[in-house]
């Protein structure tokens, strides 16, 4: 089986930067994709790391350990409309995808 | 390129009704996901097709069924319908090389 482990919520002020962080335990690990969810919305890709390391994307980032089960997404200079889900997900080789149950972010002013 | 497309984006049914959903993939994705989202279980993975094959299967009871057309488009039928049912149900494809999933925006069911 795979296990997803997330923090439930999260506050952060608008300007700032938060880390939000992902462990797992699976078999067959081959990749992990951060989503972006709005409520009442479809989640987004924010990005999908393979091999370890930090990606940058803009003002989201996403690092990758494998050797640990760890991942975390940064996000910078927060704005009011990243207030949303962040989900984690595990790839297997199987071609299976698991989600974590989100963090839910709220930025305030 | 259109998006992935479901239907119907909400819709209201009784205990024990039955229910089919659909979703038409992005051109040229050819596997199919299903999950179901609610508040308190998060995102849960149904099952997959690929070229009309069911490839990987959720833990959900058998009134969950799905199955997939020759032209990729998707669909799942609920059976007997119970209120732990009402969710968000999301159907996503994943690019060639795996290493995108698109989302549809979801068929909300509301069981009453």
């Known amino acids: 089986g795979q296990n997803i482990d997330q923090p439930t919520e999260m506050t952060a002020t608008e300007g700032a930067i938060v880390q939000i962080n992902c462990t797992y335990q699976t078999s067959g690990f081959n990749g992990l ?7 009442g919305e479809a989640p987004t890709f924010l990005s999908y790391n393979v091999l370890d390391g930090l990606e940058e994307k803009g003002r989201f980032s996403s690092f990758l350990s494998r050797s640990k089960g760890y991942s975390y ?6 704005q009011m409309k990243d207030s949303a889900s962040y ?4 790839n297997t080789n199987a071609g299976k995808s698991t989600f974590g149950d989100g963090t839910t972010l709220t930025v305030k002013p | 390129k259109a998006g992935v497309t479901q239907t119907p984006r909400y819709l209201i049914k009784t205990r024990g009704q039955q229910v089919t959903l659909s979703c038409s993939p992005i051109s040229g994705h050819r596997s199919v996901s299903w999950y179901q989202q609610t508040p308190g279980q998060g995102l849960q993975f149904l099952f997959e097709y ?6 990987n299967k959720g833990n959900f009871p058998g009134r969950f069924s799905g199955r997939q057309f020759s032209n990729s488009r998707s669909e799942m039928n609920v059976s007997t319908l119970e209120l732990g049912d009402s969710a968000l149900y999301l159907c996503a494809t994943r ?3 795996g290493n995108t999933i698109y989302f549809g925006e979801g068929s909300w069911l509301t069981v009453v």
Request: charged share 20%.
């Open chain 1, 33 to 39: 994709f951060w989503y972006q969810q709005h409520a």
């Open chain 1, 73 to 78: 997404l940064l996000l910078k200079e927060l």
């Open chain 1, 87 to 90: 989900l984690c997900a595990v």
């Open chain 2, 50 to 55: 690929f070229s009309e094959t069911q490839r």
């Open chain 2, 95 to 97: 690019s060639a090389d």
